[in-house]
């Protein structure tokens, strides 16, 4: 079983759609959860951080995480055909050498 | 704006020759990674240096793969002899703490294609 789980896609919505991603962990020790975002051919940006339980935004984004499920979503408002991309999301714990672990990524097209 | 730099960004080569991929992270970064990802999965973690010390290399095949930072500052990633399996993303990227957050900046990669 690998410690980051996310369903592959793809995912194809509707340009303004609400748009919902999400992943699965199980590794109780992680603390910090990241989504990046991949265009084809290129490497990936980080897109959200967040630390611990709780939401985050940022613009457009929204991160959630809820340890107590071990779950991590990230939303996206008023999707757009640029955010037609690959989201990969990410977990690590608080030692001392910050390894990520990665989910397989959701391969998301906005259609205008 | 500071950009993680590899290159070559595309390489074919044959099974049983040597390839090598070279990184140049963003000034001041101690940390560097190298990452390989496979088509349709996420990255996975090859080696992590901290200035020029290997700090994590347990799912580098050490019997074909080889890493240096020697200066601490670029490194390269070395797979002698490539074999079919081979053929993926390599990434690299290097860290620093901003915020109280340590955050990765990624490269654009380099596509392997072994034949």
């Known amino acids: 079983q690998k410690e980051v789980e996310q369903d592959p896609g793809p995912l194809s919505v509707p340009e303004g759609a609400i748009v919902s991603l999400n992943c699965t962990y199980s590794n109780s020790a992680f603390q910090y959860f990241m989504w990046y975002r991949q265009y084809s051919r290129k490497g990936p940006e980080l897109l959200m951080y967040t630390y611990s339980s709780g939401n985050k935004e940022d613009g457009r984004f929204t991160a959630q995480v809820d340890k107590s499920s071990k779950y991590i979503s990230l939303f996206i408002r008023d999707s757009q055909p640029s955010d037609s991309a690959t989201y990969l999301c990410a977990a690590r714990d608080s030692g001392g050498y910050q390894k990520v672990t990665f989910g397989t990524g959701t391969k998301l097209q906005v259609i205008p | 704006e500071a950009e993680v730099a590899q290159s070559p960004r595309y390489k074919i080569t044959e099974k049983s020759q040597a390839v090598a991929f070279w990184c140049d992270p963003i000034?001041?970064?101690?940390?560097l990674y190298w990452y390989r990802q496979i088509l349709g999965q996420g990255p996975e973690l090859l080696v992590q240096?901290?200035?020029?010390?290997?700090?994590?290399d347990s799912q580098l095949p050490k019997d074909r793969f080889s890493a240096e930072r020697l200066k601490g500052v670029d490194s390269t990633l070395k797979i002698q002899p490539a074999e079919l399996g081979d053929s993926a993303m390599y990434l690299c990227a290097s860290s620093a703490r901003l915020g109280g957050q340590e955050t990765q900046y990624f490269g654009p990669g380099t596509r392997l294609l072994v034949l």
């Open positions: 240096f901290q200035d020029e010390s290997v700090v994590d």
């Open positions: 000034s001041g970064h101690a940390t």
